[in-house]
């Protein structure tokens, strides 16, 4: 298994829908695993990529999901927000035989690793970490700020978070 991960705007949902077009294009069969908590449409991507012709290929799984019967048929097993999948999914995915890749935040708006993606980058053998364009000065950001007051860990939407470097993240 492989992790792609990074703060909002990172471009990992762009580099998701990528992959996934240049394994179709190379007569694969990948799948892309979206997690039934994120309600947004599939694939959403801050910087406006259009994934209109691999969204067929997301399936959304929860906890219980059969994991077996969503990547039948599959080739390579993409995830998308990999810190929202199921501890099941996460098993699954770390002990697939099959080419594996988890995209998603590695760490929550107070710094600290979220949800299942300890677990995921732990089993990685190979994690690449990706930074996004710090909103308040420019530099390379590695942290999503929160922008609003509320303290739930899990918090979706647009406008909600804003990618940070370390010396903004603590401003």
């Not at 695993?33 to 959304?60: I, M, N, Q, W, Y």
């Amino acid at each position: 298994m492989r992790a792609v991960v990074g703060p909002v705007k990172a471009g990992k949902t762009s580099a998701l829908v990528g992959h996934a077009r240049a394994l179709a294009f190379a007569g694969r069969a990948p799948v892309i695993l979206s997690p039934e908590v994120d309600t947004r449409s599939p694939l959403f991507t801050h910087c406006g990529v259009d994934a209109g012709d691999v969204v067929a290929l997301v399936r959304k799984v929860g906890q219980g999901a059969d994991y077996a019967a969503v990547t039948e048929g599959a080739t390579d097993v993409l995830a998308d927000e990999g810190q929202f999948l199921p501890p099941g999914i996460v098993e699954a995915l770390a002990r697939d035989p099959r080419p594996v890749t988890v995209y998603g935040i590695d760490m929550d708006y107070l710094g600290r690793g979220i949800g299942s993606m300890p677990e995921i980058l732990s089993r990685a053998a190979a994690v690449q970490k990706l930074t996004a364009r710090c909103d308040g000065c420019g530099a390379p950001a590695r942290f999503s700020r929160r922008l609003t007051p509320q303290t739930e860990v899990v918090l979706v939407g647009e406008g909600i978070y804003s990618p940070r470097c370390a010396a903004c993240f603590g401003a």
